[in-house]
């Protein structure tokens, strides 16, 4: 007890408060600039419908607590298991956060107050469904007054998205390189001629790319901006991002357990000797899932409460197990776009705002790593030896499934390339993994040259 | 309360929520109409009977 609030990297933007971590927990301090958006909050009665509905995340006060002078309360929120970001997240992950965006905006101005910020980061998938995490994203309505977080919403939300549904949707990484919104005139150019016959793509990109192109500099009268027209704006908006589907491009992954059960019973055995080890386990809280496709084995974890973050480099297959979770409850699984060779790295001022994908995994208890070696060391020329050192930086417990060089999916991939990896085989491996891991078990998986370990990390 | 206001919500952004603002209503009057004759010529789906 008694460790020093330590402010966090990524909220000093808005002077209305902050976020800080005392003791393990996260707590939001409201500042005295922030008491009038935050009492409009909770005395409109806002705060209540919000998180009945479970779209804003509750807090209890904590009159005892201050981070600092300019405090006016400070929040202590329910916590969250794991933060991913938008980048990370697939189309309909996207597109459920830019709905609730707008959904929160709109029940705001029935409460006479307005969302003074729409970004993705205030959004976070937890325990099952897309909340707002900021509390402090209100302020009361003045009436005729637009929407302060219009543009942003348009540039961070709606862009990406649009981007998604006319071209594919292995582009969610295009938000690493505008984390803070693409800028409009740019994606009024990428989009294909027939955007602009969509009536409401047309108003609120490309029109409103060329007029801020018009526009710009210092406002010299606030437009007027009647409720009832903003209200049609925030409705017109969430129409065109509803109507807007993931451009169904099939990926090298997207239906890869489809085409796998057609391989006789492989992935049955597979599933029965992978849940019979990790049931045998003590202890296990939380887990990461490296190449987890569809979640075929992220879930049965998440069932048994166990925190499961599932990593795919796949977006399409991120999106299914999206889809397949949205809204069922299931509180213990966080999946994310996450290429193993290019997780994302830190970001923002000082490298600072938003911790790299490892360093928001830390060391999960269990770790998984099935039929996925192949790809990282024949098709990526990973050294054994670095992704045992890698794989042991992120687990202390690893189930991993060797894939050997006779196996016909890494005949495939040796097909384009000539073969350079002597030392890919089962006593290579072994000798490479027993440098940083125990080997405590190893079965093969019936009918198959593949072999299943499960090791300790030194 | 523009001292709280921290992100720059741009002047064109104003100026085109104001077009939009007005737009919707009449999109909305043409969107209506449109789902008005779609639906003269999509066919009602029937009940089938159960024999």
């Known amino acids: ?458 | 309360m523009p001292e709280l206001i921290y992100i720059d919500p741009g002047s064109g952004s104003y100026l085109v929520q104001v077009i939009i603002g007005a737009l919707v209503g009449v999109v909305m009057f043409f969107k209506n109409i449109k789902m008005y004759l779609l639906s003269l010529f999509r066919r009602t789906p029937k009940k089938q009977k159960d024999e």
């Open chain 1, 1 to 458: 007890m008694n460790e020093s609030p330590r402010a966090i990297p990524s909220s000093y933007r808005d002077p209305a408060g902050f976020i800080f971590q005392q003791d393990g927990q996260v707590y939001r301090q409201v500042n005295n600039s922030g008491q009038a958006g935050y009492e409009a909050l909770m005395q409109s009665g806002l705060y209540n419908f919000l998180t009945a509905k479970k779209w804003l995340i509750p807090h209890t006060e904590r009159k005892d607590m201050v981070a600092d002078t300019g405090a006016f309360t400070v929040l202590q929120p329910e916590q969250l298991a794991f933060t991913g970001y938008a980048y990370e997240w697939s189309f309909s992950m996207l597109q459920d956060a830019a709905l609730l965006t707008l959904r929160i905006a709109r029940a705001a101005l029935d409460h006479g107050l307005i969302l003074k910020d729409a970004t993705p980061f205030n959004i976070q998938f937890h325990k099952g469904s897309m909340i707002l995490i900021d509390t402090l994203s209100f302020e009361p309505y003045t009436e005729e007054q637009p929407w302060i977080a219009y543009r942003q919403f348009c540039e961070s939300f709606l862009a990406p998205l649009l981007l998604m549904h006319y071209k594919q949707q292995q582009l969610p990484s295009l938000q690493l390189a505008w984390p803070e919104g693409m800028p409009l005139n740019l994606v009024s150019k990428l989009l294909p001629f027939k955007s602009r016959l969509s009536m409401l793509t047309y108003l609120h990109i490309h029109l409103h790319a060329r007029m801020a192109a018009k526009k710009k500099g210092t406002i010299r009268q606030k437009p007027v901006l009647p409720r009832n027209k903003l209200d049609g704006l925030i409705r017109s908006l969430e129409i065109l991002v509803q109507s807007l589907r993931c451009s169904n491009r099939n990926t090298t992954w997207g239906d890869y357990y489809s085409e796998a059960a057609q391989r006789q019973d492989y992935l049955e055995q597979k599933k029965t000797l992978v849940s019979q080890w990790s049931r045998e386990l003590d202890g296990i809280k939380t887990a990461v899932d490296f190449g987890a496709n569809d979640g075929t084995f992220s879930l049965p974890l998440a069932e048994r409460s166990i925190h499961t973050v599932a990593a795919d480099g796949d977006a399409v297959a991120i999106n299914s197990l999206y889809e397949k979770i949205r809204g069922t409850g299931f509180d213990h699984i966080q999946p994310l776009i996450i290429d193993f060779t290019y997780p994302s790295p830190a970001i923002g001022t000082g490298n600072t705002e938003r911790p790299s994908f490892l360093q928001r995994l830390g060391k999960r208890d269990l770790g998984y790593c099935l039929a996925f070696i192949h790809h990282l060391c024949i098709g990526k020329n990973i050294p054994l030896q670095k992704l045992a050192e890698l794989l042991a930086d992120s687990c202390h417990i690893l189930i991993i499934e060797f894939v050997p060089k006779t196996d016909e999916k890494v005949q495939v991939l040796l097909q384009q390339k000539a073969d350079i990896y002597p030392d890919y085989h089962a006593a290579g491996f072994e000798q490479s993994f027993s440098t940083c891991f125990r080997i405590e078990k190893t079965a093969t998986i019936p009918g198959t040259d593949r072999t299943l370990y499960l090791m300790r990390s030194k």
